[in-house]
Each structure stands twice: as structure tokens, then as C-alpha cells.
């Protein structure tokens, strides 16, 4: 079984997707994962090299079958794209305990259980980990607060990992996207949010799923073999900028 293989969790649509179609156009097979089992097993049916693998990123048990029904179908993982994330936004006030648990467990939680359950078979391929945490992480915005928190905590865990990692071969990145043209941003963005982001990103466009997976797969793949421990902002420019572009381009 020489035939690489990549874990991407959030699989059955948008970034993770398209991460996992680059991957296939690079000759790897891919576990796809996700908790949406009718979209999973839809896409997944539509691909070949694939494993489609229904389970909650959340679950310490579920992540487990995971490595193991990932193992036992290609016999080798040499990437991790921990791309599983949830999106909860409101204003502090409103934010509960139970609002923050869902978005912490899967964002945050998700991340370090599938990382961990994955180390022992990375340290065989001497692979590497692609986080995706979010121009979120970076930066502070509005009604974010437990969104944002738990993607700069991954930006942290991305740079334990791969202080502690580095030694067995195993490299730990991250990468940050700002606003990306998925099917559920353009259906819940306004027409006057989107100029506002075009205003606001010196690339003056959102970005597409395919070129946020350009960098992800570039990250896992041999040609990054001496990056690790890197958050990269894939966001048009958005996160350079801070604030004030929108009056000077007036």
C-alpha cells in the first residue's frame, strides 16, 4: 500500500471538498469525513478513491473508528486536514454556555482528538497536519466571540503540535482563510456586506473553495517538506490590511 492518503474531515461540502478533489487530482486517496451522512454518501458516490467515513469529529469514539476504518482501507495515513468546523455568530450577550460548548467542541475539541488519534500513523509516514482555522483567528470581529476564540486556539494548538512533532517527522501548519465564495456565504451575505469585503481586501474579490485548497494541499504535500509550525492567511490580503482601505480607495 504505497499510495498516499489524506484525512479530511468536513468533507461532505465547500473547502473540504474541494481539498479532498485536489487531493484526488494528485493521485492520493482520501477519507472523507463528515457528520451529514446524505451529502457525504451523495459526493462520495460520485468520486473514486475514496472512503466515506460518517462521524462526529466531536466524538472521542467516533474519531478512533475513524483512524481505524482510514487504516484498514489504505493501510497508511500521510495527511490530516482537521477542516471540520461549525459557525455561531451573535453578540456576546447572547452567546450561552451551550452556544460556546457546540462551537468549541467541534472547532477546538475536533481538532485535538483527531490530531491526537492520528499521531502514532503520521509518525510511520512522517506526514503532516494542515489546521484550518480562519482570518477569525487573526484578527477580532463582531459578533464572534466564541467562533473566533476557538480558531485562534487552533492557531496556538498548530504551533504546540509542531514544536512537539517536529521530531518524528511530522509537520503542523495552518491556514487561515477570510471570506471564501462557498455556496452558504452567498446565500446569507447581503449585497452590502459583499462590497464591504470587496472594499475592505486589497485582492478586492472573495476567494474560491479550489484556491483555498490550493494552499492546504501544498502544506501536506513533500513540496512544504521544510514548513511547519506556519499560520497562513489565505485571505486576498484581508488580515495585511487592518483598517482604514476603504477610505483610501475613495
Not at 131 to 156: C, D, E, H, M, P
Amino acid at each position: 500500500m504505497t499510495q498516499k492518503c489524506a484525512i479530511v474531515t468536513g468533507a461532505a461540502r465547500g473547502i473540504g471538498l474541494a481539498t479532498a478533489d485536489l487531493f484526488l487530482e494528485m493521485g492520493w486517496k482520501v477519507a472523507m469525513v463528515d457528520r451529514d451522512r446524505e451529502e457525504l454518501l451523495k459526493v462520495a458516490t460520485e468520486r473514486k478513491d475514496v472512503l466515506a467515513i460518517v462521524r462526529d469529529v466531536s466524538i472521542p469514539a467516533d474519531v478512533e473508528h475513524m483512524v481505524a476504518e482510514t487504516k484498514g482501507w489504505a493501510g497508511r495515513i500521510d495527511a490530516l486536514i482537521n477542516n471540520a468546523g461549525v459557525a455561531e455568530f451573535g453578540p456576546i450577550g447572547d452567546c450561552t454556555f451551550q452556544m460556546w460548548r457546540r462551537v468549541m467542541e467541534t472547532n477546538l475539541d475536533g481538532v485535538f482528538l483527531c490530531s491526537q488519534a492520528c499521531t502514532e500513523a503520521l509518525k510511520e509516514t512522517r506526514g503532516s497536519i494542515v489546521n484550518i482555522a480562519s482570518i477569525s483567528g487573526l484578527r477580532a470581529s463582531t459578533l464572534r466571540v466564541a467562533y473566533g476564540t476557538s480558531k485562534a486556539a487552533v492557531i496556538q494548538m498548530t504551533k504546540q503540535y509542531a514544536a512537539e512533532l517536529g521530531e518524528f517527522g511530522i509537520r503542523v501548519n495552518c491556514v487561515a482563510p477570510g471570506p471564501v465564495r462557498t455556496k452558504l456565504a452567498m446565500a446569507v451575505h447581503s449585497q452590502e456586506i459583499i462590497d464591504a469585503y470587496h472594499d475592505a481586501i486589497p485582492l478586492n474579490r472573495y476567494g474560491s473553495e479550489r484556491e483555498l485548497a490550493e494552499v492546504i494541499t501544498f502544506l501536506a504535500s513533500d513540496k512544504a517538506s521544510y514548513v511547519t509550525g506556519q499560520v497562513i492567511a489565505a485571505d486576498g490580503g484581508f488580515e495585511s490590511t487592518g483598517v482604514g482601505l476603504p477610505a483610501l480607495r475613495k
